[in-house]
């Protein structure tokens, strides 16, 4: 049977949250019909912004690698906020942090990127045990931040399965709702039985394509469907499926269009509408 929180619509589910990130990415979502978040993998920040002005529109999130760019400046990440406002949507940086707490509070809010000043969204892994949400949480809590754990990886062979998985899920709850707001995940990871009446939490998954069934380097691709009806993923993430497409920048602005209305027709389709 299917898991009760993707019975609800995004829009019903923005009660469960006092994170303003959360609230924000829920509103946004059923504001613009869209559960698709783009990420922009490119090595110039020049050309993320020039697919961010193509896709922004089609999407509620979109999603950076800042250390993947040659060209990184403060002017980059004050372009990609007005965008931001301009086309409505989040920003996530997928910095995957994964060190003790005082060393991450560090690598968020300070050097060359300052992540904690300009992206809602961040995430991390659970390896280092409950001091990392802790850390993170100490400089993005009082910005209104939210932070994802990842509980699964696309990746073949990934470790990330079974009773880590259990384990990460359990640390997200002990930590409470006010800032860790959901999962990187291939799965709904908070089982039925685990949670209480209203609490929420967002599940986002990479590893989407239309097309292609992987890479070369260990990603699996799924579809939006298999993705948000059989495993209940409330986000779907991609990447090289929409600025990776060959012709030009029409063809990535109806790209992701064309991912856009797959991952919404399959968001009500799993309402039943
Ligand atoms: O398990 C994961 C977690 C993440 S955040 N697998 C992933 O692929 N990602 C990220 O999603 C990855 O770092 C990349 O930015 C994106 C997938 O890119 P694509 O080009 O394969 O769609």
Request: charged fraction near 25%.
């Amino acid at each position: 049977s299917p898991h009760p929180t993707t019975l609800i619509p995004y829009a019903e589910r923005i009660k469960f949250h006092t994170n303003p990130t959360a609230i924000k990415i829920l509103e946004i979502m059923d504001r613009k019909k869209t559960n698709l978040a783009v990420s922009v993998d490119v090595t110039s920040a020049k050309e993320a912004l020039e697919v961010v002005r193509r896709v922004g529109a089609s999407v509620c999130m979109v999603k950076t690698h800042c250390d993947i760019f040659e060209d990184f400046t403060p002017a980059f990440t004050e372009e990609l906020l007005r965008l931001s406002k301009e086309l409505d949507f989040v920003i996530f940086e997928d910095r995957k942090f994964a060190d003790i707490g005082n060393t991450v509070s560090l690598q968020y809010s300070s050097g060359i990127h300052k992540i904690s000043t300009w992206s809602d969204l961040t995430n991390a892994h659970s390896v280092p045990g409950p001091g990392i949400i802790a850390g993170l949480s100490k400089v993005g809590l009082p910005l209104g931040r939210g932070l994802l754990l990842l509980g699964e990886m696309s990746s073949a062979g990934s470790l990330a399965v079974g009773g880590y998985t259990e384990q990460t899920f359990k640390m997200a709850q002990d930590a409470g709702r006010e800032f860790v707001i959901g999962f990187i995940a291939q799965n709904r990871i908070d089982k039925p039985e685990k949670i209480g009446e209203g609490e929420d939490y967002l599940i986002m998954s990479p590893g989407v394509g239309l097309s292609a069934k992987g890479d070369s380097l260990g990603q699996q691709y799924r579809t939006p469907r298999e993705c948000v009806v059989e495993s209940g993923a409330d986000v779907i993430i991609v990447g090289r499926g929409i600025y990776g497409v060959e012709g030009g920048e029409e063809a990535v602005k109806s790209e992701a269009e064309r991912y856009r209305e797959a991952g919404w027709k399959a968001y009500e389709e799993r309402l039943g509408r």
